[in-house]
Nanobody
Framework: QVQLVESGGGLVQAGGSLRLSCVAS????????WAWYRQAPGKQRELVAI???????NYADSAKGRVTISRDNAKSTVSLQMNSMAPEDTAIYYC??????????????????WGQGTQVTVSS
C-alpha cells in the first residue's frame, strides 16, 4: 500500500518561509519523479516544482527564485523549501509521484500517487 505523508504546512506571514516534507512508503521511491502541486480555493491544481529520478528539476514560473525542491532517496523523502512567501501562495499543497512519460508540466491525470495535502496559509 502506497502512502505519501506530507508535513510542514501552516500559517506564515508574508515574506516568511516554510519547508514542506513528504515521506513515502510502499513505493520504489528512487524510480519516480516527485512533484509538489498546489490548489487554491476556486482554482485548478497546478504544479509548483518537479524533480525527476535523475535529479532534473523544473519549477513553475511563480516559484522560480523562491522555491527549492529536493529529494532524499535514502529517506524516501521529497521536500519543498519556500521563501519570500506571499498571500497568493495560500493553497493546499500536495506531494505527488509520477513515472515517465509525462508532459511538461505533468497533467494531474498523469500522476500515479497523491498525498493527502497540507494547508499553507500566508497572511498579509
Amino acid at each position: 500500500q502506497v502512502q505519501l505523508v506530507e508535513s510542514g504546512g501552516g500559517l506564515v506571514q508574508a515574506g516568511g518561509s516554510l519547508r514542506l516534507s513528504c515521506v513515502a512508503s510502499g513505493i520504489m521511491f528512487r524510480s519516480y519523479s516527485w512533484a509538489w502541486y498546489r490548489q487554491a480555493p476556486g482554482k485548478q491544481r497546478e504544479l509548483v516544482a518537479i524533480i525527476s529520478s535523475g535529479g532534473t528539476i523544473n519549477y513553475a514560473d511563480s516559484a522560480k527564485g523562491r522555491v527549492t525542491i529536493s529529494r532524499d532517496n535514502a529517506k524516501s523523502t521529497v521536500s519543498l523549501q519556500m521563501n519570500s512567501m506571499a498571500p497568493e501562495d495560500t493553497a493546499i499543497y500536495y506531494c505527488a509521484a509520477t513515472e515517465p512519460p509525462y508532459s511538461n508540466p505533468p497533467l494531474p491525470k498523469q500522476i500515479d500517487y497523491w498525498g493527502q495535502g497540507t494547508q499553507v496559509t500566508v497572511s498579509s
